[in-house]
């Protein structure tokens, strides 16, 4: 029942016509490395530009943005079709279908996330690309898309605005405040996320953590939403 449960959420994520402008959002990164590349000089810096794009652009903003649609579809098409209903009235635990939305917005994210970052990061280090300088920025965003995709199924059982309260709060706050304030950054997903890159390139910030915090930290916020929002199913009113 789970299985079906992640295997037909994750199919209907990728399948419908939002995916597609999500794709041209993983794809902005990409072209930006493409434009650095080809006008690339001698005097460039290839790891401080890898290091911002990955830093103030893919964590804070692609990655969340991507994360945030596919984790408040996850339920929401459902609650928008009355769907949800029979879903909460299978005797499944409210915890493990949560779980298995969370889990195929997760996989959904990483299908765009993941290669994006690694053609950026070829693109911008070419030669120069080692594992590591791969490794633990994508580390960061697996570990961010995870918290954003649980923080995002729990906001799309508040609110009927998910998508306007989640762009706002990336714009606003992942975007801009938390990216150059330190004490503001303490707040943030894409902070934690951004201390993995910062692990082996220029730091755009300082680090809020080390990496071994800053995992922690984010799979704490992916564990708590996911059982606050498994516990709303039963107290929210559906659909």
């Known amino acids: ?49 890898y290091s911002d794009l990955v830093q103030q652009l893919f964590v804070p903003t692609v990655a969340a943005l991507v994360s945030l649609v596919f984790g408040v579809s996850a339920f929401g098409d459902e609650r928008e079709d009355g769907t949800i209903l029979y879903l909460v009235a299978t005797p499944q635990s409210r915890l493990r279908l949560v779980v298995a939305k969370v889990a195929a917005a997760w996989t959904a994210s990483l299908l765009l996330l993941v290669p994006s970052l690694i053609v950026s990061g070829a693109l911008s280090l070419r030669h120069g690309l080692t594992v590591g300088l791969l490794g633990w920025p994508l580390a960061g965003v697996v570990l961010a898309s995870l918290a954003y995709c649980a923080a995002s199924v729990l906001l799309s059982l508040y609110t009927r605005r998910p998508i306007v309260i989640g762009v ?72």
Do not use: C, N
């Open 1 to 49: 029942m789970i299985d079906a449960v992640y295997g037909l959420t994750l199919r209907s994520l990728l399948l419908q016509k939002r995916t597609i402008v999500l794709v041209v959002v993983a794809l902005t990164p990409v072209l930006m490395a493409l434009a650095y590349a080809l006008a690339r000089s001698p005097g460039d810096h290839d790891h401080s530009f």
């Open 168 to 239: 706002l709060y990336i714009i606003l706050w992942e975007g801009s405040i938390a990216t150059f304030a330190a004490s503001a950054a303490k707040l943030s997903i894409s902070a934690y996320g951004r201390a993995f890159v910062g692990h082996v390139l220029p730091q755009a910030a300082a680090p809020v953590s080390g990496t071994l915090v800053a995992g922690i930290v984010l799979v704490a916020v992916a564990a708590a939403t996911a059982w606050i929002a498994a516990r709303a199913l039963g107290r929210v009113e559906l659909p």
